[in-house]
């Protein structure tokens, strides 16, 4: 089960490294990882999204965080009402069904062109994960040039 967890954290050196230290010492992998500083400059927030069956050792995952100095809080939205997305910069080809592929996204989903080249099309996607699967699915077709994403940001409703 995958397991979105938010750690506000004071927005100083080591900290990512001591979290993620926590994770990898349990074994699990994290699947994404955004960080960035609030409102606050003096705080960060980071989302961590890990795929985890053990509901006890993710438990302890969470308490252990909570331990850490740096950390203010921790929230597992996993049986929470939030809303989350994912950004995804995309450089298509122009080349056969590329137009016609582009065209079908920025209609449906939430995207845009961002920049339009002589061999390819810039497209800026902010969606969610299941969203994100029918993009590149149709996106492959026309044939993607380079792809990058970043990592899945969450807040509570």
Same mark, same amino acid.
């Given at each position: 089960?995958?397991?979105?967890?938010?750690?506000?954290?004071?927005?100083?050196? /080591?900290?990512?490294?001591?979290?993620?230290?926590?994770?990898?010492?349990?074994?699990?992998?994290? +699947?994404? $990882?955004?960080?960035?500083?609030?409102?606050?400059?003096?705080?960060?927030?980071?989302? *961590?999204?890990?795929?985890?069956?053990? +509901?006890?050792?993710?438990?302890? *995952?969470?308490?252990?965080?909570? =331990?850490?100095?740096?950390?203010?809080?921790?929230?597992?939205?996993?049986?929470? +009402?939030?809303?989350?997305?994912? $950004?995804?910069?995309?450089?298509?080809?122009?080349? /056969?069904?590329?137009? =016609?592929?582009?065209?079908?996204?920025?209609? =449906?989903?939430?995207?845009?062109?961002?920049?339009?080249?002589?061999?390819?099309?810039?497209?800026?996607?902010?969606?969610?994960?299941?969203?994100?699967?029918?993009? $590149?699915?149709? $996106?492959?077709?026309? /044939?993607?040039? +380079?792809?990058?994403?970043?990592?899945?940001?969450? *807040?509570?409703?």
């Amino acid at each position: 089960m995958k397991h979105t967890i938010q750690a506000l954290v004071e927005n100083k050196f /080591g900290v990512l490294a001591r979290i993620a230290s926590l994770f990898s010492a349990r074994g699990y992998n994290i +699947e994404s $990882l955004a960080v960035g500083q609030t409102h606050d400059e003096l705080v960060s927030c980071m989302t *961590i999204v890990v795929d985890a069956s053990d +509901e006890r050792v993710l438990d302890q *995952i969470k308490k252990q965080l909570n =331990k850490l100095i740096d950390v203010i809080t921790v929230t597992d939205f996993t049986r929470r +009402e939030y809303i989350d997305r994912d $950004l995804m910069l995309i450089k298509v080809f122009k080349r /056969g069904n590329g137009k =016609k592929s582009v065209d079908k996204i920025v209609k =449906k989903f939430p995207a845009r062109i961002a920049e339009e080249k002589k061999t390819y099309y810039l497209l800026e996607i902010c969606a969610q994960r299941h969203q994100e699967d029918e993009i $590149l699915k149709e $996106l492959k077709k026309a /044939g993607i040039k +380079e792809l990058v994403r970043t990592g899945r940001i969450a *807040i509570a409703k």
